[in-house]
């Protein structure tokens, strides 16, 4: 029997390759193998052994052949100084292992000080990957990070709360891992994708007045909704969520504003073919003056460090400075491309029916078959609930990487008897499940109550 070389030493533990001799396997007449581990065998000495450093550098060779090239450029202009944001390339999955690297880019427009935007950038990452269980492969981890996104959000938002003070923050969080990019987001900072010409949205925006659903949420579970009122009854500006006023209906912080504005983020996760894209990130300071397109078309062709300078040029020509206006333009492609993403082709309408093309689990191999030959930005995920029985629970992966014995926000270690379904007691879940994980503390059950407008005894606030 054929032993498959890549398929099986690929997928052991890094700490197992360093224990494994390597042996040529025996073929018999008309059998074959793969182009990869043929080269390696027959590198390898007469008798089928291959040196271990060989081996590894062999396959650090393949592994940066196989992984886009990422390069960023970020431009700010500060009116109030609470724009902050965050860009890490150096990430490793697997800690020592430069091969398991990714990449992390953030902006975080905070509001009403900025203590919130400050404590988010600099705990969130962490709060994020605490909430992946470890020894997962890549595929698995990716996989993973949907759940520990809403886990780390949340965990974050509690704790700062714990801090007492009122400032909130929008957050826009972008963890870029080989091909695959997963954003996560709450309130009304953006992220766009311009891939081969054509401009998408990766976020959903949280502000009350654009947003239906979010006001029938707020409404549904016990907040008001309405514009600011002055002198004889006028109502002016946008709407906002009473008490409190904010006008945004997903946080971090913001304690002083009610518990219907939640921290749970609007998460999406694609695939990008190998012609790659460019990732746009930006606070409101730049949608506020500019639609996506316009931000889009305005730098293209441009490298990424110019194209964020040109970015915040242009919302500074059409609107002036009247709010921090902050931009990180993230460029990704193959690793021998050094110029920018190409201009866009004069005819787009057909490729644009097809740029996103949601996973089917039923026909995958069908889909990936009938559009093997076209560039398209693959839909992996995409939720935007605020329930977090629905985030936390429903996932495919979830029982999979979850510890019965942890908590699923703040990680904590759980008693059997102390654990509490996110199911449990769930008037807005569909599928109520209060026998079955993932489970809470007592303490990150009562933040959830809060946040879906319930008391912690599971009674709807009125």
């Known amino acids: 029997m054929l032993l498959l070389f890549d398929a099986v030493f690929c997928s052991l533990p890094p700490d ?43 396959e650090a060779r393949m592994e ?39 990449s992390v880019f953030a902006v975080f427009d905070g509001h009403n000080g900025n203590a919130a935007a400050i404590y988010t950038r600099d705990n969130l990452l962490n709060h994020v990957m605490g909430a992946i269980p470890s020894g997962l492969s890549r595929e698995e981890w990716v996989q993973a990070l949907p759940r520990a996104l809403v886990a780390g959000f949340v965990k974050t938002d509690k704790e700062f709360q714990r801090k007492g003070q009122t400032s909130g923050t929008t957050v826009t969080f972008v963890i870029i891992n080989g091909w695959t990019i997963t954003v996560a987001s709450v309130g009304d900072s953006r992220c766009i994708l311009d891939a081969r010409g054509v401009v998408s949205a990766l976020t959903v925006d949280h502000r009350l007045e654009e947003n239906v659903e979010e006001r029938e949420r707020v409404t549904a579970s016990g907040g008001e909704v309405g514009r600011l009122n002055v002198v004889g009854g006028v109502e002016i500006g946008p709407l906002r969520c009473w008490p409190g006023g904010l006008c945004l209906s997903r946080s971090i912080g913001d304690m002083d504003v009610g518990e219907f504005i939640v921290p749970v983020p609007f998460v999406k996760q694609v695939k990008l073919s190998n012609a790659g894209g460019r990732l746009i990130i930006a606070s409101d300071g730049i949608w506020d003056a500019l639609t996506s397109e316009m931000a889009a078309n305005s730098c293209r062709g441009l490298p990424a460090e110019l194209a964020a300078r040109q970015v915040v040029k242009e919302a500074l020509r059409t609107r002036g400075l009247k709010d921090d206006t902050t931009c990180i333009v993230v460029d990704i492609a193959q690793p021998d491309h050094s110029e920018p993403p190409p201009s866009p082709p004069r005819k787009t309408n057909k490729f644009k029916s097809f740029i996103f093309r949601k996973k089917s689990k ?45 908590c699923a926000i703040c990680q904590t270690e759980v008693a059997p008897s102390e654990g509490i379904s996110v199911h449990a007691g769930s008037i807005f879940s569909t599928s109520s499940k209060p026998w079955k994980g993932p489970f809470l503390c007592v303490d990150c059950r009562n933040k959830k109550d809060a946040m879906e407008g319930k008391r912690p005894s599971g009674v709807k606030v009125l």
């Not at 793969?34 to 390898?44: N, S, V």
């Not at 090239?69 to 700010?76: D, L, M």
Request: proline residues 4%; glycine residues 8%; negative net charge.
């Open 64 to 102: 940066k052949v196989e992984r886009p090239r990422v390069r960023y450029g970020c431009a700010a202009q500060s009116k109030k100084g609470e724009d902050y944001f965050l860009f890490r390339t150096d990430c490793q999955r697997i800690a020592g292992d430069p091969s398991s690297s990714f």
């Open 16 to 58: 197992l390759r360093s224990f494994i001799i390597l042996q040529a396997p025996e073929m018999a007449e008309g059998e074959a193998v793969d182009g990869a581990a043929e080269g390696r065998l027959r590198r390898a000495g007469s008798d089928g052994m291959m040196p271990l450093a060989q081996l590894i550098g062999e």
């Open 362 to 406: 039923d026909s995958a191999n069908k889909l990936s078959k009938k559009l093997s030959s076209v560039s398209i930005v693959e839909e992996i995920f995409e939720e935007g609930s605020a329930m977090l029985s629905e985030r936390l629970g429903n996932e495919p992966s979830a029982e999979k990487t979850s510890n019965m014995f942890t």
